[in-house]
């Protein structure tokens, strides 16, 4: 069965394909985001302090994804390639190692934030009003760290093999039940106790348990279609070495606006923990609207990995082409909403009236580019398919190579308006530097395939009787 649907991917119409294997990848990443905003929405109920709390600790949760991402997109990315080519059992054995990286970097999160707290909110920039809620958020979220990676990197060992429902189903199940566990937790109702922010961290743990240990019932059951023997459980370093070649540059992105997000929160505590806090609530409503897009080229993955392994050009691009209009009119519809009505938005989560001008004009400027990041993260992750991670790690790091020193400079002349200009001008640079690598890339290959054309009908002419040459 696994096989066939599988088999698919190198036949069935490419835009039929797009969606049945994108749609469930962005409703995974949309139910992702639902985590955070989740958190944002009920924890603003009890001002901006605590949102600028979450803002702090978000960091730290942005490196976990980083884990989580270049490593699924690794997985994904070697398990489909080595589908197209009929190998069968080393993807067995590949899918075998989620296990031993899980609980490697699940111990390195758990110990940072249990025994490391205050240091790492101190690099990222916590100011002394929001230390104690930051503190109580991380503490919790850590032990949540072996729970979360196994669940965002078996999602896509399974979407890998072109099963997409099953980790949409298990995500879908823990968002529900983080929504409707926040508000007990944080505000005490009934038997809960009102824990605050900490309450939060706690719905989120439970939820994420939830999902992980759905996934790791499916995988190990024998509609996943893996099947595992001990040996391959154990690590096995040339193996996670070509994961994580595939998938370092999804790391380095990751990485990067992680790295980013510290230094940007560190700037505007200079500005007071409002501004921290304006800055929490635009990276939600940009991940709101660009995570549904990254699904998209999440679900593009196996299928441009799978024909590209199976020696199908035409449709790999036909798929690319595909995929970077539909991330395109993907985040427009949200960007003409959020550009036209950010208090709107921004009234979901506070209505504190010295806080929404703040954070209508901040909203409007940093989404001011934002359609063009659709397309950009397709092109990144088309690179991550094609085995061409040096590539796609260039393209990612040009945006925050670009992004850095603007931060820097601009909020010298600007303010803090300066701070949220940086974001539009190096989603644009980074758009035309992709795009331009992405041109470069189908011109070679379209050569390469006219050249392999040409030497075909060559052969054809020199191993025909004389009487039929010329």
Not at 378 to 384: G, M, N, R, V
Request: with cysteine; charged share 10%; aromatic share 14%.
């Amino acid at each position: 069965m696994m096989l066939n649907r599988t088999a698919q991917m190198g036949t069935a119409p490419i835009g039929r394909l797009l969606i049945r294997l994108g749609t469930p990848g962005m409703i995974s990443m949309f139910i992702m985001t639902l985590y955070n905003i989740t958190d944002t929405f009920w924890v603003a109920k009890l001002g901006p302090r605590p949102i600028a709390a979450l803002t702090i600790a978000f960091p730290y949760q942005m490196l976990l994804v980083a884990i989580g991402v270049s490593s699924g997109a690794g997985f994904s990315s070697l398990i489909s390639r080595r589908f197209g080519r009929g190998k069968i059992e080393e993807t067995n054995w590949i899918a075998g190692q989620i296990f031993p990286l899980v609980f490697g970097f699940g111990l390195l999160f758990c110990i940072a934030t249990t025994f490391f707290t205050r240091p790492v909110l101190e690099v990222f920039g916590v100011t002394s009003d929001i230390y104690a809620p930051a503190r109580d958020y991380l503490f919790i979220i850590g032990f949540g760290a072996f729970f979360t990676l196994f669940s965002m990197i078996s999602n896509n060992v399974l979407r890998g093999s072109g099963n997409t429902f099953a980790p949409m189903l298990f995500m879908g199940v823990a968002a529900i039940l983080n929504i409707i566990l926040d508000p007990f937790f944080i505000f005490g109702i009934g038997i809960f106790p009102a824990w605050g922010v900490q309450g939060a961290a706690v719905a989120t743990l439970i939820s994420q348990f939830i999902a992980a240990a759905g996934n790791f019932i499916y995988l190990l059951s024998r509609h996943s279609g893996y099947r595992f023997r001990w040996s391959y459980l154990h690590p096995n370093w040339p193996m996670l070495l070509k994961v994580y070649q595939v998938g370092l540059p999804a790391f380095v992105m990751q990485l990067a606006a992680s790295l980013t997000m510290v230094v940007i929160n560190r700037i505007l505590s200079g500005f007071g923990s409002q501004a921290i806090a304006a800055n929490g609530l635009i990276f939600r409503l940009i991940s709101l609207m660009v995570m549904p897009a990254i699904g998209l080229g999440q679900g593009l993955l196996p299928l441009a990995g799978y024909n590209f392994g199976a020696g199908r050009p035409g449709r790999l691009w036909s798929a690319v082409k595909l995929a970077s209009l539909f991330s395109l009119l993907i985040i427009v519809l949200g960007y003409v909403w959020l550009q036209l009505f950010p208090t709107f938005w921004i009234r979901l989560f506070t209505r504190d009236e010295v806080f929404l001008p703040l954070a209508a004009s901040a909203v409007r400027m940093a989404t001011l580019l934002l359609p063009l990041v659709g397309p950009l993260f397709i092109w990144i992750i088309t690179f991550q398919a094609l085995g061409q991670g040096r590539t796609a790690m260039m393209i990612s790091l040009s945006r925050q190579v670009i992004f850095l020193p603007l931060l820097l400079i601009l909020p010298k002349f600007m303010g803090l308006m300066g701070v949220w200009a940086a974001i539009p001008i190096s989603d644009a640079m980074a758009f035309l530097i992709g795009g331009a690598f992405i041109r470069n890339e189908y011109r070679q290959q379209r050569r390469a395939q006219v050249s392999r054309s040409e030497e075909r009908k060559i052969g054809a002419k020199e191993c025909m009787p004389p009487d039929w040459v010329g």
